[in-house]
Every structure is written in structure tokens, then in C-alpha cells.
């Protein structure tokens, strides 16, 4: 991997430290650019001709084969959505949900799983059992604490794959298996992976996978994509149905066939073109580069910055240890510094990072296009604070 020459692309990098992907990446001139000559091409061309139509179908249908091929899944099986958590609510809320159900998650998570957990409880009476995870627990602990709170009448296990307060990579494969002999689905929001690690949603054998565009895979904002298992994408229905919830109606009848096999059914009526072209082009980026080579230098700095803080007084990590738990995001406190505090002083040295409460900290996350020096100059920087 050309490291020099990939930062020559991202004109961030010239400016400051970035270590807020997990938050939102900063975007390739190459991506940027793909969505300006959309825009372009639709300021000159028009908006809404038969060309436009057409060209916007092309674009919708390259998205879809590119996360197809993103997450190693069929084409047929993929929504095109506006972010992570609508793929998320997508699914929740279009389960059929009654009284007494269970839903599983854990006690890490973002508020894009534990809301929408939660507003089921307050409105179809579900119970939300919540597994207490630690950024420290092994994958066998992890498992027997999800393994406790599963019941005969849970219906979905609904969890992070990488949780994004503290980088800590579930054991997903494992955990698909724990809540299949249970007859529950697996929901994972895969906000912090997509980009990020290589991703098999076969080999996962999750059911339904959620992700981004603008985070680790450094596209626009407003873009992202939704994996259903096949034969799983009659149950969900549409609760936001557009036009193409219906494959048809009559009009003087008034009856209307609804679209059930087909994910396009969750489809909204008005998208953006261009940025569907952006998260198509942030995925070619991606797949360019390599996202095994991605995974593996994302890592390889991640165990570096945890090695540099080890060693320095008054800061404690509060990220896993063991390499296969571990991702990109590395978390930690300083003795004596409120994480906001941190976030701000670390900001006057143009490094950016953010503060995450659960468990409290300071995170900042390891991406590709990061160097070795920077990891130096972020631990000097620590070191000062904490020693202030």
C-alpha cells in the first residue's frame, strides 16, 4: 500500500491529524469529484429528461452490484438506503412484533440500536433483555452473556458488529449461531466495519447487515445499503411505503398488490443520484486498494497507538486486548481529564478525535491513510495532556 500516495488524494490530511472515521471519514478528491460531475452532468442535462431517468436507474443498479460485492451477497438482496440506522429500522420495524416477543442487544451500544430496541418495548409491549458486555470480555464470555438472554420467544438478537464506544469486534458468526438454535434472527449494524474489515455476510450467516457510506469507506453522507437474507425479505414490511412498496394497482378498486420479495419495496421515492455515485465510487475506492490490505494497516497502527499509550502515565485503554476483538478504534481515559476536556486540547493541536460515554472515554480511530508518525505525534500530544 502506497501511503504517500493515497494522502496525496485526501486534501484532509494536509490539515490536521484525522482520527474521527469512525464519526466520518474524509473523502477522496476522486469521490468528491464523482459527485460534482453528477450534479454537473444534471445541471446541464436536466434533471428529470428520459436521459436522466435512465442514467439514475444505472447509477442506483451499479450501487447495488457494488455492495453486493462489498458484503459478498446477491444483488437481489440489497436495499439502498439513506444510512445505517434506516436499514436498521427498516428491519425492527418492519417485523411482525406482538406482546411477549424478546429482543436481544447489549450494553455498548450505539443509540441507533438501543432506541429503536426500546421504542418496541414502549410500543408492542417487547421485552428488551440487555447482555452487560466489557471491551474486556473474551469471546467466550461474550457468547455465554448473549447465550443468557436468549429465550424460546426471542425473535432477534440486534447488535454492533464493531461497537463503536470502545472498537470491541464481536465474535458475529458465533453469535448468529447462538440465536439460530434459538429460532431468532441476527440484525447487525455494521456502521464500524463496512470500509473498514473485509466483510462475508455468507460466512457472517447473519440475516440482516446494515451499513454506511461516509464513514470507513470515506463516502458521502446521506448514502447507505441494507443486506436481507433472501428468503427473509417477505416478513419485513415497508412501514414507510412508497410507490415501490406496490407492484401494482387498481385505481378503481382501490386494491393494490403489494411488492413482497423484492427489497426495492423499502426503496423512498426521491433520492440523490449523486450521492449514490459517491458511495459507488468510495466502494471501487475501497475494493482498489484492497480491503484486506485496509483491514491489516488499520490494525497494524491500532496496535501501535495501543503499545504507545501502555507505556504512558495516567492513561488507561479501555479498548480489547485480544487481536481478534480488537478493530481500528482505540479508546482510552486520562486520570484526571474529562474526555471533553481531552477531545477539545487534542483539537488546538488540529487532531481529531472524539469523546464516547459508555464506557466514558476518548476515542480516536486508526484508518489507512494514517501514518506512523501521526500515531507518535498523537501519543506526544497525550502524553503532554496528561502529564498538564
Not at 471519514?25 to 476522486?30: A, C, D, E, L, M
Not at 447487515?209 to 419485513?236: F, H, M, N, T, V
Not at 491489516?296 to 501501535?304: D, G, H, K, P, T
Request: hydrophobic letters at 40%.
Amino acid at each position: 500500500m502506497d501511503v504517500a500516495h493515497i494522502r496525496e488524494a485526501m486534501p484532509v490530511t494536509r490539515n490536521m491529524i484525522y482520527m474521527n472515521t469512525g464519526w466520518s471519514g474524509p473523502s477522496p478528491t476522486r469521490i468528491t469529484r464523482r459527485m460534482v460531475e453528477q450534479l454537473e452532468w444534471e445541471m446541464n442535462r436536466g434533471p428529470a429528461t428520459l436521459e436522466a431517468v435512465a442514467r439514475s436507474r444505472e447509477v442506483s443498479e451499479a450501487l447495488t452490484r457494488a455492495v453486493a460485492g462489498l458484503l459478498n451477497a446477491p444483488p437481489e438482496c440489497i436495499a439502498i438506503t439513506q444510512n445505517t440506522t434506516q436499514g436498521l429500522v427498516i428491519v425492527v420495524n418492519g417485523l411482525d412484533w406482538h406482546p411477549g416477543d424478546e429482543l436481544v442487544t447489549c450494553s455498548l451500544e450505539h443509540p441507533a440500536v438501543m432506541a429503536p430496541s426500546l421504542f418496541l418495548q414502549n410500543s408492542h409491549g417487547v421485552r428488551v433483555r440487555v447482555a452487560d458486555l466489557s471491551p474486556h470480555d473474551d469471546s467466550e464470555t461474550i457468547l455465554t452473556k448473549i447465550e443468557a438472554c436468549l429465550r424460546p420467544n426471542t425473535r432477534l438478537v440486534f447488535l454492533s458488529h464493531i461497537q463503536y464506544s470502545c472498537g470491541l469486534r464481536l465474535p458475529a458468526r458465533e453469535i448468529a449461531d447462538l440465536a439460530h438454535r434459538r429460532g431468532a434472527y441476527l440484525l447487525l449494524d455494521g456502521a464500524q466495519c463496512a470500509g473498514q474489515i473485509v466483510l462475508d455476510v455468507e460466512a457472517l450467516d447473519c440475516d440482516f447487515y446494515s451499513i454506511p457510506s461516509q464513514k470507513w469507506l470515506l463516502g458521502p453522507d446521506g448514502a447507505g445499503a441494507l443486506y436481507l437474507r433472501k428468503e427473509l425479505i417477505p416478513e419485513i414490511t415497508p412501514r414507510y411505503p412508497a410507490s415501490a412498496a406496490a407492484e401494482g394497482w387498481n385505481r378503481v378498486a382501490r386494491e393494490v398488490k403489494m411488492n413482497e420479495a423484492s427489497p426495492k419495496k423499502f426503496a423512498l421515492s426521491t433520492t440523490s443520484t449523486a450521492l449514490e455515485a459517491g458511495m459507488a465510487e468510495a466502494i471501487a475506492y475501497n475494493q482498489e486498494i484492497g480491503g484486506g490490505a485496509i483491514e491489516a494497516r488499520s490494525l497494524e497502527l491500532a496496535n501501535l497507538l495501543k503499545g504507545t499509550l501502555r507505556d504512558l502515565p495516567g492513561i488507561t485503554l479501555t479498548c480489547p486486548d485480544e487481536p481478534e476483538l480488537s478493530s481500528g478504534l482505540v479508546t482510552f481515559t486520562v486520570a484526571g481529564k474529562e474526555p471533553s476536556q481531552v477531545v477539545e486540547t487534542l483539537w488546538q493541536q488540529r487532531i481529531a478525535g472524539r469523546q464516547v460515554p459508555e464506557p466514558p472515554g476518548i476515542r480516536l480511530c486508526t484508518a489507512f491513510f494514517n501514518t506512523e508518525d501521526e500515531v507518535q505525534r498523537v501519543a506526544d500530544a497525550l502524553d503532554g495532556i496528561a502529564r498538564g
